[in-house]
């Protein structure tokens, strides 16, 4: 049996109603119920997914779990439920597939990795003085963690790290899905030279799915391409193929923003850092071949309208 914490986020949605279309079996764990995951009622299991008892009461040895549960704090704020949840909860879910022999599939995120290398494979050392933000912190201490458990041979586990997450079904939107959808009634849009590497999350499930019927064992970038804030806006444009005009912000205001707002520091860092990840393993091992980046803008905007 395959269970999935995370389900009502952007990519544990997709991932479901991808193993529903595929008609593989799954069980949803959730601590609550909620509207994006209404329609597996009969699929989802409530209770504490951290708690050992609770998985130890429905997970038996050799089904699969799907880790997928975080705690995006781009703003940079509660230390302590970041911690809890994106760090803490990873142990106890990883430690718990150690002693069952559970097959683990755990999403990290490009974001632990520092920006000073300009391309970016899964042997990318982490290194954890480099990264300022929460999120980016304990994301990658939990990273680690699982990383030596798969080294020393304790532990089934894929480790994947998807690049910026855009697509359909963003119920609770994203960071980047709440920019976007605000360009649909915008046609004046600032904008600064940066910009990120985005993935469709319909990729991102595919890939799940594949580690799965492989049972890859490592780490896997999920990735597609970069753009820059400029070259989405004009994908955006021509997509809604309405004229949009664009104001470029100079660096210097957008730098001091950043101490005016500090909140804003982590996500405009993320922008400012110009990563090029490598998906050769996504392609060549797990078989996923990224969907053109103009057919997911394409795609995202018409969910949201």
């Not at 994947?160 to 079904?169: H, M, Q």
């Not at 980047?176 to 990729?203: C, E, S």
């Not at 990840?277 to 394409?298: A, C, G, S, W, Y």
């Amino acid at each position: 049996m395959i269970y999935i914490t995370g389900a009502s986020g952007h990519i544990g949605n997709n991932l479901v109603k991808q193993l529903n279309d595929n008609n593989i079996d799954f069980r949803i764990l959730a601590r609550r119920m909620q509207k994006s995951i209404i329609e597996f009622k009969e699929k989802t299991i409530i209770g504490d997914v951290f708690s050992y008892d609770f998985l130890n009461k429905h997970i038996e040895k050799n089904d699969v779990l799907i880790h997928l549960a975080a705690y995006i704090n781009l703003d940079n704020l509660q230390e302590k439920m970041t911690k809890e949840i994106n760090y803490d909860g990873l142990i106890t879910i990883a430690n718990f597939c150690v002693e069952k022999n559970v097959y683990l599939v755990y999403t990290s995120s490009t974001d632990v990795f520092n920006g000073d290398k300009y391309l970016v494979n899964e042997q990318t050392k982490i290194i954890l003085e480099d990264l300022s933000g929460y999120y980016q912190k304990y994301k990658a201490k939990a990273t680690l963690y699982l990383t030596e458990l798969i080294n020393q041979n304790k532990i089934k586990a894929a480790i994947l790290y998807p690049s910026a997450v855009i697509g359909i079904n963003d119920y609770k939107p994203s960071q980047v899905g709440k920019h976007i959808k605000k360009t649909l009634k915008k046609r004046i849009l600032p904008y600064f030279n940066g910009g990120y590497n985005f993935v469709d999350v319909q990729d991102v499930c595919k890939s799940i799915i594949s580690a799965i019927n492989l049972q890859f064992v490592g780490s896997c970038i999920i990735s597609n391409k970069y753009l820059t804030l400029k070259e989405i806006y004009k994908l955006i444009s021509a997509s809604l193929n309405k004229k949009i005009i664009l104001i470029k912000i100079p660096l210097f205001v957008i730098k001091c923003t950043t101490h005016v707002f500090p909140k804003l520091k982590v996500m405009i860092n993320a922008l400012l850092t110009p990563h090029n990840f490598d998906n050769k393993i996504m392609i060549e091992d797990l078989k996923v071949i990224p969907t053109p980046i103009e057919t997911t803008i394409n795609n995202t905007l018409n969910w949201f309208k």
